[in-house]
Structure formats: structure tokens, C-alpha cells
């Protein structure tokens, strides 16, 4: 069974500090991990994959194998940052996509 | 969008009555998801389908069953809504190993 583990609900940071949302999973096979975002009144959407191990709107997240976690980390959150982030685990058939519980980032200004 | 759209929107529904929400896609996706969005509980999937009349189930299939007549469809019922249904569901389809998400219904079951 795969599972996905946000242990955070609610990160709160002020404009311009450093943000890490953790996530962590667990899965038998090779996994392959996505962070997505939910801003407010829009849909859910894709923010970055592990696989192509690039940087979204100042984003990076990097899999550690042994550490079983893929957190989500910002040098200088913004106010517009402020959203619901889903950590989500994809089978390695893919055709099952599992989410964490969701992290609500809140930066003030 | 992916093509994506949800309906209805928005229902309110009593207890003990049926209710079916639509899930329509115009790009000919093989795959189609239902999921539901609580707080403390992220996204459960419920169930998705592989292709037209192949489905399976999810983390929390009970009490939902689902159909796929043609590829642009997924319909997803309550048989006997539940208070405990009273959710946001989310269709989503997959394009290669990303999923894209329909802008969700908002159930609430009285």
C-alpha cells in the first residue's frame, strides 16, 4: 500500500522567511512524487514532479530515498505563496495517485 | 483545464436520496478520477476508471458507485446520501503522468 504523511495542517510564516512543507511516504516500488497547489478559489494544480528536479515559482523539492521524504522548501516565501499544497505519490503502473493531507502555508505580510 | 468540467457546482441534498455528479472531458483521456477533499484528509480517491465500463476502487469506495458509458464521462453516485458524504469532490483526468482537476462540486448532504 502506498501512503502519503504531510504532518503539517497549517504552516504560518512572515513575507520573506524561509519555508520547508515536509512530506513524507511510503511505497514498495520506485516512487514518483509531485507537490500540488491549491490557491484559492482555483483549481488543484500540478506545482513541480521530482522527475524533472526543476524550480516552480521559486520552488524546489528534492527525494531522499533514505529519509522517505520529498519536502517542499522556498528560500523567501511571498504573500502570494499563501495556498493549500498537496504532496501526492503515483504508482509506478500509474494509475493510482495518492495525496497527503494537505498543508495550508500562510505568509504574512 | 484539461478540458475538464464538473456538474453540478454546487447541491444541497437530504439524507436517504440519490445523487449522481457528472464528470465530462473533451480529450479523449483514457483515465478519469474521483476523489473527495476533507480537511485533516487531503484528497481520497474513490474510484477511476480505465477506460470505457473498466473502473475500480479507491481508498473509500463505500457507499459510492460510478459508471463510464463513454470515454467523455465519469458519473459518480451516492446511492443513499450520507451526512458523512457532505464533501468537495474532485474529478481529475491523467495526461501522461500528470493529473489535471475538474474546479470541484460542493455536496452537502442535510
Known amino acids: 500500500a502506498q501512503r502519503v504523511t504531510q504532518p503539517e495542517k497549517l504552516l504560518s510564516v512572515f513575507k520573506g522567511a524561509p519555508v520547508e512543507l515536509k512530506c513524507n511516504y511510503s511505497?514498495?516500488?520506485?516512487?514518483?512524487l509531485f507537490w500540488y497547489v491549491q490557491y484559492s478559489r482555483q483549481r488543484l494544480q500540478l506545482l513541480l514532479r521530482?522527475?524533472s528536479r526543476e524550480s516552480i515559482k521559486g520552488f524546489t523539492a528534492d527525494l531522499n530515498k533514505g529519509e522517505t521524504s520529498f519536502h517542499l522548501k522556498k528560500p523567501f516565501a511571498q504573500e502570494e505563496d499563501s495556498a493549500m499544497y498537496y504532496c501526492?505519490?503515483?504508482?509506478?503502473?500509474?494509475?493510482?495517485?495518492?495525496f497527503g493531507g494537505g498543508t495550508r502555508l500562510m505568509v504574512k505580510p | 483545464d484539461a478540458g475538464i468540467t464538473q456538474s453540478p457546482r454546487h447541491k444541497v441534498t437530504e439524507t436517504g436520496t440519490p445523487v449522481t455528479l457528472r464528470c465530462h472531458q473533451t480529450?479523449?483521456?483514457?483515465?478519469m478520477y474521483w476523489y473527495r477533499q476533507d480537511p485533516g484528509h487531503g484528497l481520497r480517491l474513490i474510484h477511476y476508471?480505465?477506460?470505457?465500463?473498466?473502473?475500480d476502487k479507491g481508498e473509500v469506495s463505500d457507499g459510492y458507485s460510478v459508471s463510464r458509458s463513454k470515454t467523455e464521462d465519469f458519473l459518480l453516485t451516492l446511492e443513499s446520501a450520507t451526512s458523512s458524504q457532505t464533501s468537495v469532490y474532485f474529478c481529475?483526468?491523467?495526461?501522461?503522468?500528470?493529473?489535471?482537476f475538474g474546479q470541484g462540486t460542493r455536496l452537502t448532504v442535510v
Open positions: 511505497y514498495s516500488g520506485s516512487p514518483e
Open positions: 521530482h522527475i
Open positions: 481529475a483526468i491523467r495526461q501522461d503522468t500528470e493529473a489535471f
Open positions: 501526492a505519490l503515483a504508482n509506478n503502473a500509474g494509475n493510482m495517485l495518492t
Open positions: 476508471s480505465y477506460g470505457v465500463k473498466d473502473t
Open positions: 480529450e479523449n483521456h483514457r483515465y
